[in-house]
């Protein structure tokens, strides 16, 4: 929750699979279940490698529809931040 009392979630649905490398799945894991907060508690809830949770009322949250083309990798970001000047342009 934040401070009024709500919580904020914003969904994203991939309309089609978004294929990824052994070593992206490793670096997604590895923040999924190990990363840990300044007091070394760690900051997920998972089991057996899974953030699965039971499904939640949708309480008029934004649902957004995403395709792969609605995606940019890190070769693509960096190619557009040099192209534009601005190092901090993302997705």
């Known amino acids: ?3 009024s009392g709500s919580t904020f979630v914003a969904w994203r649905v991939l309309t089609e699979p978004a294929y990824i490398s052994k ?3 490793e670096q997604m894991k590895k923040v999924l279940f190990t990363n840990r ?3 070394c508690k760690y900051t997920s809830v998972n ?3 899974s953030v699965a949770r039971p499904i939640q009322p949708g309480r008029a949250r ?3 529809k ?3 083309s609605d995606y940019v990798s890190d070769r693509e970001k960096q190619e557009i931040r040099e192209k ?3 190092p ?3 997705c």
Do not use: F, Y
């Open 1 to 3: 929750p934040n401070n």
């Open 23 to 25: 070593a992206q799945w």
């Open 37 to 39: 907060d300044e007091e």
């Open 62 to 64: 934004l649902l957004h």
């Open 66 to 68: 995403c395709t792969v």
């Open 84 to 86: 534009t000047g601005n």
């Open 88 to 90: 901090n342009w993302c």
């Open 47 to 49: 089991h057996k490698e």
